[in-house]
């Protein structure tokens, strides 16, 4: 069973960065695509941005294209999110997922999630 442990979240005005990093335990190996999610009040949760095993692949959703990036060091079996001029828009809890089963973009396909981290951005 894999555990995800997100960190990194907090408070930021706009046009702030911040970066989440998401550590991954427990899986026999860890060769599978990762990716983040979020979800704002009242609303589903929505895609961010995923990467392929090797890192050579991401796909960002473009209500974050040019401001966020993921990346990925496998060494440490960790994930990030660096996430650039934030707007207060981006405020939502950030997931952290792993494994996905085929359609990134579908957060029913993904195997393992963590447990949230939240992200404020003021005006």
């Known amino acids: 069973q894999v555990q995800l442990v997100e960190s990194g979240g907090g408070l930021a005005q706009a046009g702030d960065s911040l970066s989440l990093s998401c550590a991954a335990s427990g899986g026999t190996d860890n060769n599978y695509p990762m990716g983040w999610f979020r979800q704002a009040p009242g609303n589903e949760r929505e895609f961010v941005a995923a990467i392929t095993w090797t890192g050579s692949s991401t796909f960002i959703a473009d209500s974050v294209k040019g401001r966020f990036t993921i990346s990925r060091d496998n060494a440490k079996n960790t994930v990030y999110l660096r996430m650039n001029s934030l707007k207060p828009e981006d405020t939502a809890v950030y997931y952290c997922?792993?494994?996905?089963?085929?359609?990134?973009?579908?957060?029913?396909?993904?195997?393992?999630w963590g447990q949230g981290t939240q992200v404020t951005v003021s005006s």
């Open positions: 997922a792993a494994d996905p089963e085929g359609n990134y973009l579908r957060d029913s396909d993904w195997h393992y």
